[in-house]
């Protein structure tokens, strides 16, 4: 048996903000969600969002013998504005997650960290870690392992740290000898302030996303789209988080495992466009910049 504490203390030593664990179960609340989601073809161009449909809702048919997922989180300095206008900025708009190590990588490492640990504690534990790199349904599970509520721009939003983090989650074979449980009395309440900052409409209904009309998508994953306004954003959009309340009340991020390590406004359009490609790769190539690559960027500058 695991125990929880022990788990939560390794974690949060590797510098994570927040964790919590949660016994694997079928989320089939979600599978129903998801379905009807991709009948409306708002996965867009992200076909790989179709892969894995038959694991996607059950982590133990995505990993032999799961018990209990360990959800861990990283929180971030993201950008903030007291209204819906305020965001105006003159240079290229980057997302706050990316101003920083590519978070992939960086969780990886720390998750592995625990997992090491936990198997010179538990001889016979077997884990996995995850970080965007198989189909979880994260933010299901981040809100069973009690760390917030999935907010109308579909990200999960915490108390302690609003929306700005990312997370990484550890799937093991064993029980834990505790499991938190979802948050009571908290969520977005009356409050619609992301739905109506969304300068594409993509928020199309509660916590559901047209990928389609989504700025992030389209600077990050997509094929280009030229009909679809970038908003001055050239990779991600921040837009739906900058104007949270739960965002300008957070607490500030420990910022252990993912220090900021650029400001977008300090780059002017002019400077992006003259980047050479080797210029690109010193100063950006350990952020998740580099998955879109220079020309990319350029090309959502200059259309
Ligand atoms: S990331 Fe931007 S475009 Fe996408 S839903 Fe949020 S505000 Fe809208
Ligand atoms: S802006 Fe308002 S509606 Fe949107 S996630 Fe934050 S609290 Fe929820």
Redesign the pocket.
């Known amino acids: 048996m695991l125990e929880a504490k022990y788990i939560k203390e390794l974690v949060k030593t590797e510098g994570f903000d927040l964790c919590g664990l949660t016994s694997c179960r079928h989320l089939a609340l979600n599978e129903e969600a998801f379905g009807r989601w991709l009948a409306m073809g708002y996965d867009s161009s992200l076909g790989y969002m179709r892969n894995y449909l038959d694991k996607r809702f059950d982590v133990a048919k995505l990993v032999e013998g799961a018990r209990t997922v360990v959800v861990c989180a990283v929180a971030y300095d993201g950008v903030i504005v007291s209204k819906i206008g305020d965001s105006a900025a003159a240079n290229p708009k980057i997302a706050s997650y990316a101003c920083r190590r590519d978070y992939h990588k960086v969780i990886r490492k720390a998750l592995l960290s625990v997992l090491r640990q936990l198997k010179e504690r538990y001889p016979q534990l077997q884990g996995r870690a995850f970080v965007d790199s198989a189909p979880l349904v994260e933010k299901q599970l981040a809100v069973d392992a009690g760390l917030g509520w999935i ?3 579909s ?1 999960l ?1 915490t108390p302690q740290y ?2 700005y983090l990312l997370l990484g989650e550890l799937v093991l074979t064993d029980e834990a000898d505790e499991y938190d449980v979802p948050l009571k009395a908290v ?3 009356e ?5 109506d ?1 969304c300068p594409t409409g993509a928020i199309v209904s509660d916590m559901v996303i047209n990928t389609a009309r989504c700025i992030s998508c389209h600077t990050v994953e997509a094929s280009p789209d030229d009909n679809v306004d970038l908003h001055g954003w050239v990779f991600g959009c921040d837009e ?2 900058k ?5 300008r009340s957070a607490s500030q991020p420990r910022g252990v495992l993912l220090p900021r390590q650029f400001s977008p406004e300090d780059i002017t359009a002019e400077e992006w466009l003259a980047m050479s490609e080797e210029d690109f790769q010193q100063r950006f190539g350990t952020t998740p910049l580099k998955r879109a690559g220079l020309k990319k960027i350029q090309y959502n500058i200059s259309r």
């Open positions: 907010g109308r721009q990200l939003v609003g929306s969520g977005c309440g409050c619609r302030r992301c739905v900052a739906c988080q104007i949270c309340p739960y965002n």
